[in-house]
């Protein structure tokens, strides 16, 4: 037993969530989610449907006695008649066609409706990822910068030490520091806001200690190489392209209650002093009231298929719209990310370190270092939200190929015009 337990716990690592690994949490979310479980359980439902609506339905029997007086003491044999039978509706065959057809697509509807779910799944999965890995690289970046900024807090204390800087010097830097530890605060909220939504999805619990995760600083393989449009296999269009169908088959069984179904019913009965006897009787529904019973389900069925028509065409419009807005922010994070990596971040750390090296020797002044090393701060910052931007563009464009029915959105607030967000303001001076 103890064997058993030593066994079972060094086995435990390997069954471990990996969160360096998207891709197998993605899996983890798909095999786990309750709303894949539940459609997966209606597509078993939707085809258990399909042989009970082109059957027939089931003969009914009959017995009892007829003609038996309300005297029960008294029997007149003459009359009292005990008797047997069965009865069957008899369904015209281009019925339960239309039934059988449109059972059928309601269950290719319903799996469909899976697909799109299981995109949708995939893409929440990734989307908050790409924004915790960003986060994790943004914490890793100030701290770095911190080390940056404590090399400054000395020099400053030096030079003050020596008479050639005031002291204010001195207290500006710790306040930059200070804004460091605030810039800190605002990233493990928005930490906590990622892990909210993808924990959940994994069905984790909220307590779950993750690890920080490196985002890929090489995402050239991500790429859209496809039109802004949406296949003509869209599994959404696909499942409203089969509802129209499957309205398209109860107008036809609409329009057949004017060709009713007819019942035969057979019996056989008995009188003690007379020869047995037999009946057959066929019955038929007279489609009288056609104009206020038939022909106002026919208007139904084909209002519900112009509606569904409608439906793909708002989906088409819709899936358009987001995989533009996708298109179009994955080309202005590509060439961001390019001028970032090529230019900008580069050249803002060489303008820091030679800057704080003149302020070392009293070649510059204190301004000029606080400039340059918030400048290197926001753009290497900008520089992993943009690697996540342009991760989750290509993400979110997939996603919506492959079957989403609308576009995903990530928690990150939205960039300013000059390339900073909102709470990333509070860094500069």
Known sequence: MKRFIWLLLLAQPLFATDFNDPQSLVDAAIASHPTLARLRAEVAAARERVAPAGALPNPMLMAGVQNKQVDLLRDDEMMTMYMAGASQTFVRPAKRDARRAAAELAAHAVERELDSARAE?????????YDL????????TIEQVRELVDAVIAAARVRYEVGTSAQADVIRAQLQQSNLEHDVLRLRGARRNALARLLPLLDLP???EVPPVTIPEGTDDLAIGAPAAPPDDHPA??????EVARQEALIRLARLETKPDFDIEASYGMRPQQRDMFSVVARIELPFRRKDLIEPRVREAIALRDAAKLRIAELRRS?????????????EATSQLKLHEEVLVPQARLAFESTLAAYQTGKAAFDAILTTETAYLRLRLQYFDLLARHAQAVVNYEALRRGARIGGRTSRPPMEADGTSAAQMTSMP
């Open 206 to 208: 909220f307590t779950t």
């Open 133 to 140: 890995a960003a986060i994790d690289a943004e914490l890793h």
């Open 319 to 331: 899936l358009t719209q987001e995989m533009a807005i996708a298109v179009a922010a994955h080309e």
């Open 237 to 242: 269009i696909a499942a409203l392209e089969t």
């Open 121 to 129: 799944i995939e893409r929440d999965v990734l989307l908050a990822w």
